[in-house]
């Protein structure tokens, strides 16, 4: 595992930021000072980071702030750097870089903001080109912190990679497909969060922050093993990853006493904080991490892993003890999180596919909203039915008689993950299922993700109590679009099919099925996010696929394919997004 | 020390209790109001639904989970 901890210096929190760096430093920790504005005009501030970094090789780098007083002497001084107009950004950032000069004499190699669009990147490399490596985003901070916060929290950028990532010049939070579509900038996620938790709920309440913990009350006083299984659940994706894990932490100051969301004494947090950092030490003390400042990391995600390498994420719930699994996948085509304990539907979909250009502030036609946009998102758009009609999700309907049994009712687990030159391939544990008439089923799922788009989802039968019993088989794909769970406007989506009938309707809220035999694809173009979605089918034999419109009760839209299956054979299906414009 | 609405915190929101009086907290946002001792318990019952909250997983363990 490779570690980057950072603190921030906070003159009105001068004791907690010297208690975090004293830790640090017993316990030979890297350890990378981020400094605001308002800190780099504090003398007292200066030369306490300036001795920290003398005495210990502690790194200095830049964090924009939620406040630059020293930049704007109006109203606009208290707004997140991430929210300013493009020409404020300019300034914010010259300024910034022109003080840390000045004090310094030297240029800042990290940099950090909770979020760093992609003009915000493109502003301080032209102006700075010294820094490789920026903090640029917080894990699915979104609607779910937003709520928690009382709608107050405006920072959105749902979508984005959990992991180190290469950022795309159009939009910091898709990883870029080659080097001329990358800033020369390694992008880190603030904090490493929960894969499984900050999926279901409130992303800050899980994640490598002992006192957002604390938050989601999930310690009981100073016994906190959720701190150190959290670590421990990324030290896990090495295997998956060619042995990379990589770990932030990053927690200011004012977190540490006083804070009104925690609900415990100040020794209790600090001592978490401490037993955090001494865990670091323990596994670092055994060669099983690597702790580095942030402008060591960069140079070593340089040399160690190519610009559009996918990474892939297994999250085992580790807190309610549910046993689920989540897996997840991210490359330059697509962010996508497959649900096992829903037979392995997709629960979450990002079509990084279409490109979809983005930034933040009052200048952008998305104003807050740097969240890459979904096509899945079963936690905010329905997923399986629970009340009316389903939602956005993806699953296999089996047909037996006159019942269907939906497979995301179906408990899975996450078998085996391999990786080849081929693509990564995700096997899930047998779904069982139980018809009324007694016939019993066991069907395997595999998700090939072969890479510019594609997925292969192969079902197969591997048991059956009756050997010759037919099953129809409907691969279930229905999608939206959108950022939040509120349903967008879906005029100008267009649905069509393709066999031996070709048809093609524009979206209308009118119900209206679409329908072939012998189907090659069925397909959806949504140009609000530049994509087209498909799924083609890769097997001989009549296939009749389907598209449905959907209405204002129910604004998405259905891709299906119905299949005959015997056991024996199986049904390959493929999955593809790909640009539209 | 403050405390946060339980039941607003129930539906993962952050809302930091008023003082009504001498013994008793309210909450700005719903109707929740009782005492420091009623939202400690509270606090504690929604601790109930993380089973592992004690439990340490050893990375070899993880790989079984």
Same mark, same amino acid.
Not at chain 1, 199 to 215: I, K
């Given at each position: 595992?490779?570690?980057?901890?950072?603190?921030?210096?906070?003159?009105?929190?001068?004791?907690?930021?010297?208690?975090?760096?004293?830790?640090?430093?017993?316990?030979?920790?890297?350890?990378?000072?981020?400094?605001?504005?308002?800190?780099?005009?504090?003398?007292?501030?200066?030369?306490?980071?300036?001795?920290?970094?003398?005495?210990?090789?502690?790194?200095?780098?830049?964090?924009?702030?939620?406040?630059?007083?020293?930049?704007?002497?109006?109203?606009?001084?208290?707004?997140?750097?991430?929210?300013?107009?493009?020409?404020?950004?300019?300034?914010?950032?010259?300024?910034?870089?022109?003080?840390?000069?000045?004090?310094?004499?030297?240029?800042?190699?990290?940099?950090?903001?909770?979020?760093?669009?992609?003009?915000?990147?493109?502003?301080? =490399?032209?102006?700075?080109?010294?820094?490789?490596?920026?903090?640029?985003?917080?894990?699915?901070?979104?609607?779910?912190?937003?709520?928690?916060?009382?709608?107050?929290?405006?920072?959105?950028?749902?979508?984005?990679?959990?992991?180190?990532?290469?950022?795309?010049?159009?939009?910091?939070?898709?990883?870029?497909?080659?080097?001329?579509?990358?800033?020369?900038?390694?992008?880190?996620?603030?904090?490493?969060?929960?894969?499984?938790?900050?999926?279901?709920?409130?992303?800050?309440?899980?994640?490598?922050?002992?006192?957002?913990?604390?938050?989601?009350?999930?310690?009981?006083?100073?016994?906190?093993?959720?701190?150190?299984?959290?670590?421990?659940?990324?030290?896990?994706?090495?295997?998956?990853?060619?042995?990379?894990?990589?770990?932030?932490?990053?927690?200011?100051?004012?977190?540490?006493?006083?804070?009104?969301?925690?609900?415990?004494?100040?020794?209790?947090?600090?001592?978490?904080?401490?037993?955090?950092?001494?865990?670091?030490?323990?596994? =670092?003390?055994?060669?099983?991490?690597?702790?580095?400042?942030?402008?060591?990391?960069?140079?070593?995600?340089?040399?160690?892993?190519?610009?559009? =390498?996918?990474?892939?994420?297994?999250?085992?719930?580790?807190?309610?003890?549910?046993?689920?699994?989540?897996?997840?996948?991210?490359?330059?085509?697509?962010?996508?999180?497959?649900?096992?304990?829903?037979?392995?539907?997709?629960?979450?979909?990002?079509?990084?596919?279409?490109?979809?250009?983005?930034?933040?502030?009052?200048?952008?036609?998305?104003?807050?909203?740097?969240?890459?946009?979904?096509?899945?998102?079963?936690?905010?758009?329905?997923?399986?039915?629970?009340? #009316?009609?389903?939602?956005?999700?993806?699953?296999?309907?089996?047909?037996?008689?006159?019942?269907?049994?939906?497979?995301?009712?179906?408990?899975?687990?996450?078998?085996?993950?391999?990786?080849?030159?081929?693509?990564?391939?995700?096997?899930?544990?047998?779904?069982?299922?139980?018809?009324?008439?007694?016939?019993?089923?066991?069907?395997?799922?595999? #998700? @090939?993700?072969?890479?510019?788009? =594609?997925?292969?989802?192969?079902?197969?039968?591997?048991?059956?109590?009756?050997?010759?019993?037919?099953?129809?088989?409907?691969?279930?794909?229905?999608?939206?679009?959108?950022?939040?769970?509120?349903?967008?406007?879906?005029?100008?989506?267009?649905?069509?099919?393709?066999?031996?009938?070709?048809?093609?309707?524009?979206?209308?809220?009118?119900?209206?099925?679409?329908?072939?035999?012998?189907?090659?694809?069925?397909?959806?173009?949504?140009?609000?996010?530049?994509?087209?979605?498909?799924?083609?089918?890769?097997?001989?034999?009549?296939?009749?696929?389907?598209?449905?419109?959907? @209405?204002?009760?129910?604004?998405?839209?259905?891709?299906?394919?119905?299949?005959?299956?015997?056991?024996?054979?199986?049904?390959?299906?493929?999955?593809?997004?790909?640009?539209?414009? | 020390?403050?405390?946060?609405?339980?039941?607003?915190?129930?539906?993962?929101?952050?809302?930091?209790?008023?003082?009504?009086?001498?013994?008793?907290?309210?909450?700005?946002?719903?109707?929740?109001?009782?005492?420091?001792?009623?939202?400690?318990?509270?606090?504690?019952?929604?601790?109930?639904?993380?089973?592992?909250?004690?439990?340490?997983?050893?990375?070899?363990?993880?790989?079984?989970?």
């Amino acid at each position: 595992m490779y570690l980057n901890l950072l603190h921030r210096p906070v003159k009105k929190n001068l004791d907690l930021f010297r208690f975090q760096q004293d830790i640090a430093h017993e316990l030979n920790l890297k350890v990378t000072l981020q400094m605001s504005l308002s800190s780099l005009y504090e003398d007292e501030m200066v030369a306490i980071v300036r001795k920290y970094s003398e005495e210990f090789g502690d790194e200095i780098g830049i964090w924009f702030s939620q406040f630059h007083e020293e930049v704007f002497k109006d109203a606009r001084n208290a707004c997140p750097f991430w929210l300013y107009s493009e020409e404020d950004k300019r300034e914010i950032i010259s300024a910034y870089i022109d003080r840390f000069r000045k004090v310094f004499n030297c240029d800042p190699i990290s940099a950090g903001a909770y979020h760093m669009d992609a003009v915000s990147i493109r502003i301080l =490399k032209e102006i700075c080109p010294s820094v490789k490596i920026t903090v640029a985003g917080c894990f699915e901070e979104g609607v779910k912190v937003f709520h928690g916060c009382n709608n107050s929290w405006y920072l959105f950028n749902e979508g984005m990679p959990w992991g180190p990532w290469y950022p795309s010049r159009t939009n910091s939070l898709r990883p870029a497909e080659n080097p001329d579509e990358a800033f020369d900038i390694v992008a880190v996620p603030h904090l490493s969060r929960d894969l499984a938790l900050s999926y279901e709920g409130r992303n800050d309440f899980f994640a490598s922050h002992p006192a957002n913990v604390q938050r989601g009350m999930a310690n009981e006083g100073a016994i906190c093993p959720y701190n150190f299984n959290l670590v421990d659940i990324y030290r896990l994706q090495e295997d998956f990853n060619n042995g990379l894990s990589y770990y932030s932490v990053y927690v200011s100051p004012s977190w540490l006493s006083g804070n009104p969301n925690i609900q415990d004494s100040d020794e209790i947090t600090q001592k978490l904080y401490r037993d955090l950092l001494e865990y670091f030490a323990e596994l =670092k003390s055994k060669g099983q991490l690597v702790d580095m400042y942030m402008r060591e990391f960069a140079e070593w995600f340089r040399e160690n892993v190519p610009v559009g =390498k996918p990474q892939l994420y297994l999250a085992k719930e580790i807190l309610y003890g549910s046993g689920k699994h989540y897996f997840w996948y991210v490359d330059p085509y697509m962010r996508v999180l497959i649900d096992a304990e829903q037979g392995g539907s997709i629960g979450d979909f990002r079509p990084y596919a279409g490109k979809l250009e983005r930034f933040t502030g009052p200048d952008s036609p998305n104003l807050a909203m740097g969240s890459y946009p979904y096509l899945i998102h079963s936690q905010y758009r329905t997923g399986i039915a629970h009340h #009316y009609a389903d939602g956005t999700r993806t699953t296999l309907m089996v047909k037996h008689g006159e019942e269907t049994i939906d497979l995301c009712t179906c408990r899975t687990r996450v078998a085996d993950i391999v990786t080849e030159a081929g693509g990564t391939h995700m096997k899930l544990t047998p779904a069982n299922l139980t018809f009324k008439n007694g016939l019993t089923v066991s069907i395997e799922t595999i #998700y @090939h993700f072969k890479g510019k788009g =594609k997925i292969i989802i192969e079902r197969s039968i591997v048991e059956m109590s009756d050997e010759f019993a037919i099953l129809e088989f409907t691969e279930y794909f229905k999608g939206s679009y959108g950022e939040t769970e509120y349903p967008q406007d879906m005029h100008g989506i267009s649905l069509s099919v393709d066999g031996d009938v070709k048809q093609h309707i524009m979206y209308e809220y009118k119900s209206r099925t679409i329908e072939t035999e012998n189907a090659k694809s069925v397909s959806a173009v949504i140009p609000q996010v530049n994509t087209e979605v498909k799924l083609s089918i890769l097997d001989k034999g009549n296939r009749v696929g389907r598209a449905v419109e959907g @209405h204002l009760f129910n604004p998405h839209y259905l891709l299906a394919v119905d299949s005959k299956v015997k056991i024996g054979n199986g049904v390959r299906t493929c999955l593809e997004i790909r640009k539209i414009k | 020390m403050m405390y946060r609405c339980p039941v607003c915190f129930s539906r993962e929101n952050d809302v930091v209790l008023f003082k009504k009086d001498e013994n008793n907290l309210y909450c700005i946002k719903c109707s929740f109001n009782g005492t420091i001792a009623e939202v400690e318990e509270m606090y504690a019952d929604m601790k109930k639904k993380y089973h592992f909250i004690k439990k340490r997983i050893l990375l070899d363990e993880m790989r079984k989970l």
